[in-house]
């Protein structure tokens, strides 16, 4: 007679990775490699209770039915939060935000080629989306010609650089309060969006 293997262990030892990644709020945690196969392995091997015991009201094939349930669902628990990680990790890759080495180092086999699935989408999508305004060089003009002229005056920007009068600023760190060059004087607090004077902002921005 064959000894009965320990098959909760899978079960609980899915849930204690499904637990571990729910707690692990931003981040991705580090997961057995195999723990999908065994999940699936386990899978299979219950559902031959069913071709074996006919009888739905017995408890082995009660049993059975639970633990698939309950593994299934934790399986469609851990897809589900590791791909919304993998998602934002790429989309912070895209908007040109470095990514975490560790958290690339934490991601199985198929989940980097997610990753990196989602992150060329992601630059192909920006790329007919989003004009290029940085010009590449292959369309000179004179400045003080008339096709430098003509330009201008397609666009509507004047021809000498002005100063604006005020910037808009938004403010990311606490900071003393501050007499501007306009007069006033500026109590800010963090996520404070103000209209400053070129000279505030430009000192905001380096204390910030």
């Known amino acids: 007679m064959t000894r009965p293997a320990d098959h909760s262990a899978v079960l609980d030892s899915l849930q204690l990775v499904v637990s571990g990644e729910r707690d692990a709020v931003g981040t991705l945690t580090a997961v057995p490699a195999d723990i999908f196969q065994r999940a699936e392995e386990e899978i299979r091997v219950l559902r031959r209770v069913f071709s074996a015991c006919s009888d739905p009201l017995t408890g082995p094939f009660r049993t059975a039915t639970e633990r698939i349930e309950a593994l299934q669902q934790h399986l469609e628990d851990l897809v589900r939060m590791r791909s919304q990680k993998i998602l934002l990790l790429a989309l912070s890759k895209a908007e040109g ?9 934490r991601m199985l086999p ?7 699935a989602v992150y060329a989408s992601l630059e192909e999508y920006r790329r007919v989306t989003i004009a290029d305004l940085h010009s590449d060089g292959s369309d000179p003009i004179d400045a003080d010609g008339a096709v430098c002229a003509d330009a201008i005056a397609a666009a509507g920007v004047p021809r000498e650089a002005v100063t604006p009068a005020t910037v808009l600023a938004r403010v990311l760190a606490p900071v003393e309060p501050f007499l501007g060059f306009d007069g006033q004087v500026y109590a800010l ?6 209209t400053l004077p070129p000279e505030n902002a430009a000192v905001l921005m380096e204390r910030n």
Request: no cysteine.
């Open 97 to 105: 935000r470095a990514v975490d080495r560790d958290e690339m180092k």
């Open 189 to 194: 607090e963090p996520e404070d969006v103000v």
């Open 110 to 116: 198929t989940e980097l080629v997610l990753f990196e």
